[in-house]
């Protein structure tokens, strides 16, 4: 494991806000400043992949993560020649189950301070807009947060994200979800990415969980300015082409945001993945999970 070393001035200003925000709370000896990079990621953070081997968002090519064995680039980045940003981004859960990463990504989403813990740098708050399933009885992991929105800010390298992430079941993406389970295949996190001011279509993000022998790795793959759009629903407006065309999806994402994305990803569940089986110990269901 390395130490990373680097932290923007704005992330800085952040940790300190959070160290208060989280000083008073029954979880705050989760809270840990002192964030790694496993080794084997180190490559992947120095050039581009190529952008031919990025999967697109066509059932066909997400379906292939339900395959055995690994891509050929698991963690990397590129810029894709319209401007969009592709980021692939392998994490590893020692000790840990599926089922413990089904409750943090609900659990984490009741206030603010939860969400620092993830990283306590970058982090400022992650917000579910439907609060009621949060504590309503009977209903599963997965029915707290799938089909749910969280408003989103984070730092993203250096800069302030505002952002709507819905989450949905990994078949409206066109992923087979029937099976998942025969492919090892036992949680995700999936979902359209926004920007909320204005509110446009920014992002595709799928989380794939499958068991190793050690735990579980977590595959990840985000598309960066993708299927960009304005507005909601049926009155979105298609802008993608146009974007594209302009230099947009450049300006949106590209290559600076790939790789931003890139490292964001490998330090924060790399971090998760070493407070994970701790928390959910001590506020998992049936304790102090509310």
């Known amino acids: 494991m390395i130490p990373v070393t680097y932290y923007p001035t704005s992330t800085q200003r952040q940790l ?49 993560l339900l395959e055995p064995g690994y891509h050929e680039v698991e ?48 982090h400022v708050s992650a917000l579910a807009q439907n ?37 949905v079941d990994p078949g409206e993406l066109g992923i087979d979800a029937a099976a998942m389970p025969a492919a090892g295949i036992h949680a995700s996190a999936c979902g359209h990415v926004y920007l909320r001011r204005p509110w446009l279509y920014s992002a595709t993000m799928v989380h794939l ?21 304005l507005g909601r629903g049926n009155r979105a407006l298609d802008l993608d082409r146009l974007a594209g065309t302009l230099g947009l999806k450049a300006r949106l994402a590209g290559g600076r945001l790939a790789y931003e994305q890139l490292l964001h990803d490998q330090i924060e569940i790399t971090h998760l993945a070493g407070i994970l089986p701790g928390l959910y110990a001590e506020f998992g269901p049936g304790k102090n999970s509310e």
């Not at 029954?26 to 080794?39: C, I, K, N, Q, V």
């Not at 068991?211 to 759009?229: A, H, N, Q, V």
């Open 131 to 167: 609060r009621d399933v949060l504590t309503a009885p009977g209903l599963t992991d997965e029915q707290r947060y799938i089909g749910n929105t969280h408003n989103i800010d984070e730092y993203i390298g250096a800069d302030l994200q505002k952002i709507a992430i819905s989450f």
């Open 16 to 64: 300190q806000k959070n160290r208060e925000l989280v000083a008073d709370k029954p979880y705050a000896h989760f809270f840990r400043e002192d964030m790694w990079l496993r080794e084997e990621a180190l490559p992947a953070l120095k050039a581009p992949m190529d952008p031919a081997l990025a999967l697109r968002t066509t059932s066909s090519d997400l379906n292939r």
């Open 75 to 122: 963690t990397g980045y590129c810029a894709l020649p319209d401007g969009t940003g592709y980021t692939t981004s392998l994490t590893i859960f020692p000790g840990a189950t599926a089922e413990m990463l089904r409750w943090w990504f609900w659990w984490h989403s009741v206030e603010a301070a939860r969400y620092t813990l993830w990283f306590p740098w970058n």
């Open 209 to 229: 969980v499958r068991d190793t022998d050690e735990g579980f790795e977590l595959r990840s793959r985000y598309r960066l300015g993708d299927r960009i759009s």
